[in-house]
């Protein structure tokens, strides 16, 4: 996997009194694309919208690009077309995001990484972020979201969670391959905007993660 280096553009960092207001006039310049994964509950995306945000780096949110090419929510994708075709859609949207030009940030579905050619393409092209929730603290990040938004938290999700344990063989599948990641942000207790801070100063700093 590539590392999290990136190049100070002309502007350097400052912190955005607007909150995550979009600045396109891009503040760090990545030399590979950034991709941030995690857990259902993890809001990995979250932190990846804020990032890009915050620096004017490209984003790319899989999900939703998947959502717009099919005229479908994930669910009705699933219903109507059944996993393979949102697998497809997916792939090669993936593809194309790790190919765009400046590189991006990338937010990747839940179960992008579950697929071994996307992890490969992955490996070969990007840095791997993994934003790192345990089981406890994701079964009651989405018992919230089912409460605030009156469905379930994605089609790969049991909906309605009522135990903790409906989430485990889930998480036993993709924790290992969360594992390999080139960076780890503890989400424990921690809003979405001050894990995209780490992440800005991992990039400016260059550790050669």
């Not at 502007?11 to 503040?27: C, I, Q, T």
């Not at 590979?32 to 490209?58: C, D, E, M």
């Not at 791997?128 to 994605?154: F, M, P």
């Amino acid at each position: 996997m590539g590392s999290l280096t990136a190049q100070t553009a002309s502007a350097p960092y400052r912190e955005n009194p607007l909150g995550d207001y979009y600045d396109p006039h891009p503040l760090l310049q990545l030399r590979q694309p950034v991709v941030l994964a995690g857990v259902p509950g993890a809001r990995h995306r979250q932190v990846a919208h804020a990032a890009a945000a915050r620096t004017g780096i490209s984003f790319a949110d899989l999900d939703r690009w998947i959502e717009h090419e099919a005229g479908a929510s994930l669910w009705d994708l699933v219903a109507a077309r059944g996993e393979a075709a949102l697998r497809e859609i997916e792939a090669r949207l993936l593809e194309r995001a790790l190919r765009t030009a400046p590189p991006s940030i990338i937010a990747l579905g839940d179960t992008t990484l579950l697929e071994q050619a996307n992890r490969e393409r992955i490996d070969e092209s990007a840095t791997l972020v993994h934003v790192h929730l345990d089981l406890a603290g994701a079964y009651w990040q989405i018992r919230r979201h089912e409460e605030t938004h009156g469905r379930g938290w994605s089609p790969f999700v049991p909906s309605p969670v009522e135990d903790i344990a409906e989430l485990r063989p889930l998480f036993q599948r993709l924790e290992p391959v969360l594992a390999g990641a080139r960076l780890r942000l503890e989400a424990a207790g921690r809003h979405p905007s001050e894990l995209a801070t780490e992440l800005i100063e991992h990039l400016r700093a260059d550790h050669n993660l």
